[in-house]
């Protein structure tokens, strides 16, 4: 019997429940639910007054179950599945926003996403859509159809950013360039830091721009961003977006809606601006590219520079990775061929990199202090000539530990093996892996004790010092707990940079990136520290930070001086860092890394098995690292072994490494051979190229 429905009719909730129909088109949808065993595309009839409004891409509402959840339509088919039958299938209840979400593009990257990573398709599809973006769609549900509002882009005036005429070195790294946008191959520029890889990148992004394409730029830290919005919009007007998550959440979410809609042809923000739904990209431009910030520690765990080399291959365009100090991975591939490898070996003008001295610190073990006497008295030289000096020591609080000077008790977090860190300011001791915080104890706890002594030291502690050699001098400290809110780090620079304040104790959020023609001295307490962490890329990442750092001096008219304060003096990391020699540094860490067999002479899928028993999760990683070893004939299987920090948040955490020539063939292997966790409490977690083994 034909049905006496109008053509515009959309069943209801309830009538969808049971309505049995034909369609005459099919969309293959991933709904938002979070069980994994769900986790994958289901089929629903498309009603007729829908036919057009929903596409691929689209947000849409569906039934699943008793209820109605927000899903995202991957394909639009003729017919259903094979297994399904078209008169039990339910339809789509409705369209929460008229223009899709996403393209052809970002669908290919999640699937690719959901295979390299082991993600789930919706783990894949919420990364790439910002959170905002989302939040405003399951809102739609009770609104108003299709309603979004609408907001011209937040685009603040900024001064224009000078051009500066490319030298020789710049003028081959855009040649090269171009060479790569003609091609979509990959350009590693290896610059001193001031060498001015900013510039190239604002030419390249001009000339791809000019062509009717669009870019993506990305930097490592928030810190970073309001200097590069300044420069990029400053040189390329209001076709620049931001993206990162110190956004307002209106903001946020209007400004992936103005380059979705192609209003703004430049992406620029944190890691997950390589998500940007651009649909015309020409270059992805990869600032720091050595940074470990561009790997996501979360599900999925992607790292930026690969994602951006799986979108840059899609559309045919060029990748720039840039630092003063690559990756040994992305420098080895350069070296191999792989990348196209440009040097900018000075900085433009013939200004000389800083000079840069190692402190003793054996010789001041007991003074109690953080500064040497070298770099108290360099301090108080340079402000007494109205410079600015930039401070860093890499641990925020102000002690690592409070400890009993009547038994030797240490405070530590419940939920985790590490002790909790004072943070004098907030009158707390505080976890940094689960926020766990209390006040400090009056009492021991072990011995009915009154006295603490305080152990290690963070950032907190080196701003009292500093306030306490040089009185009245205004410092400004930028760490996790003072660049928590919203625009916290363009206010905290701009101070800096205006000269309000003179001084900038930081954490390694301030080592990279920051160009203020005023520091002349860079000091760095405890250089050292993380030389002898249980980690292959320790010297390597300690490297990067010092001379990322000492380049923070003399990019003005007046030269740079940098202070190493370190217990080990004659580490060959130390010194080479104090010579800028990464040629050096290079070579012998290369060497090590193919003696040992690690990256980048394999890859790497680190696998992390936790359970709040200790018995438990030491016998199940056992159990899997006995079967990998038997099973996997392309990879090698290290461990297991406890993590370093065996308990974080009430688990308990052992780990174990898979080495092969291929990370998809690796994790091949552990989808194939590791069946799922017996009980919600046991979780194994397979982490591909990790950049952490801690």
């Not at 409705?94 to 052809?104: A, E, K, M, S, Y």
């Not at 961003?225 to 979410?253: C, K």
């Not at 500064?371 to 402000?383: M, N, Q």
């Not at 190493?564 to 020699?581: G, I, Y």
Request: a positive charge; aromatic letters at 6%; glycine letters at 8%.
């Amino acid at each position: 019997m034909a049905s006496t429905r109008p053509s515009w009719w959309l069943p209801t909730r309830a009538e969808a429940a049971h309505e049995p129909a034909s369609y005459g088109l099919y969309a293959r949808v991933v709904v938002e639910v979070t069980a994994r065993a769900l986790n994958r595309p289901f089929t629903y009839g498309i009603p007729d007054a829908l036919h057009g409004e929903v596409q691929v891409g689209s947000t849409v509402e569906v039934p699943f179950g008793p209820r109605c959840l927000v899903g995202f339509v991957l394909e639009i088919v003729a017919d259903p599945d094979p297994e399904a039958s078209s008169h039990r299938l339910r339809p789509i209840l409705r369209v929460l926003d008229p223009t899709p979400f996403w393209g052809q593009d970002l669908l290919h990257l999640a699937d690719w996403m959901r295979r390299f990573y082991g993600c789930t398709w919706l783990e894949a599809l919420q990364t790439a859509i910002p959170g905002p973006v989302l939040r405003r769609a399951r809102a739609a549900r009770t609104a108003t159809r299709g309603s979004r509002p609408r907001a011209l882009p937040c685009v603040e005036p900024v001064q224009a950013y000078p051009e500066i005429a490319p030298n020789h070195a710049q003028q081959l790294a855009l040649e090269a360039i171009r060479e790569a946008r003609a091609t979509g191959g990959t350009v590693l520029l290896h610059g001193v830091t001031g060498s001015g890889k900013t510039e190239v990148y604002l030419r390249a992004v001009r000339e791809v721009l000019d062509e009717g394409r669009q870019a993506v730029v990305l930097v490592p830290e928030l810190a970073l961003t309001p200097q590069a919005v300044e420069r990029y919009r400053g040189r390329l007007g209001g076709t620049v977006g931001v993206l990162h998550s110190g956004l307002a959440d209106p903001e946020r979410r209007e400004q992936w809606w103005s380059l979705r809609r192609g209003e703004l042809n430049v992406a620029l923000g944190t890691r997950s601006a390589v998500f940007a739904p651009l649909d015309r990209p020409g270059l992805f431009v990869v600032d720091e590219e050595h940074e470990t910030s561009y790997k996501q520690e979360g599900a999925p765990r992607y790292h930026a520079r690969q994602v951006a080399f799986q979108r840059a291959a899609r559309h045919g365009a060029a990748v720039v990775l840039g630092s003063a100090t690559p990756s040994l991975e992305s420098y080895h591939l350069a070296r191999q061929g792989r990348f196209r490898l440009i040097e900018l070996p000075g900085r433009p003008g013939g200004r000389p990199l800083p000079t840069v001295r190692i402190v003793d610190m054996r010789r001041h073990l007991r003074k109690g202090r953080l500064l040497s006497p070298e770099l108290g008295e360099a301090l108080r030289d340079r402000i007494a000539q109205d410079e600015q000096v930039v401070l860093l020591l890499n641990r925020r609080g102000f002690a690592s530990f409070l400890q009993c000077q009547e038994c030797g008790f240490v405070p530590t977090c419940p939920e985790c093996s590490i002790s909790l860190t004072w943070h004098r300011a907030r009158g707390l001791v505080r976890c940094h892996y689960c926020l766990h915080q209390e006040p400090p104890p009056e009492t021991c706890p072990a011995c009915q004790g009154h006295r603490f002594r305080t152990g290690g030291a963070g950032t907190e502690r080196l701003e009292a010092e500093v306030q306490e050699l040089v009185p009245g001098v205004p410092v400004v400290r930028m760490d996790s707990d003072t660049t928590a809110g919203t625009g916290a780090h363009r206010r905290l620079l701009e101070r800096f940079g205006s000269g309000q304040a003179r001084v900038l104790v930081g954490t390694r959020m301030i080592a990279k990136g920051l160009d203020f023609p005023s520091v002349t001295l860079v000091g760095v307490v405890r250089a050292d520290a993380e030389l002898h962490m249980p980690d292959f890329r320790a010297a390597e990442r300690t490297f990067q930070l010092l001379a990322q750092v000492a380049g923070r001096a003399g990019r003005g008219d007046r030269p740079g001086e940098v202070l190493l304060q370190a217990m080990d003096p004659e580490h060959p990391c130390l010194v080479a860092a104090a010579t800028h020699d990464y040629a050096a540094m290079s070579r012998s860490e290369l060497d090590i890394r193919r003696e040992a067999g690690y990256p980048p002479f394999c890859r790497l899928v680190r696998l992390l098995v936790s359970h709040p028993d200790p018995d438990r999760v030491e016998a199940e990683a056992t159990r899997i690292g006995s079967l990998l070893s038997a099973r996997l004939r392309h990879a090698r299987v290290v461990g297991p072994a406890p993590c370093p920090v065996e308990r974080v948040r009430g688990r308990h955490r052992w780990h174990l490494l898979l080495k092969g020539s291929k990370v998809q063939e690796l994790m091949d292997g552990v989808r194939n051979y590791l069946r799922p966790p017996e009980g919600p409490d046991l979780q194994i977690l397979a982490d591909p190229d990790p950049q952490s083994l801690m």
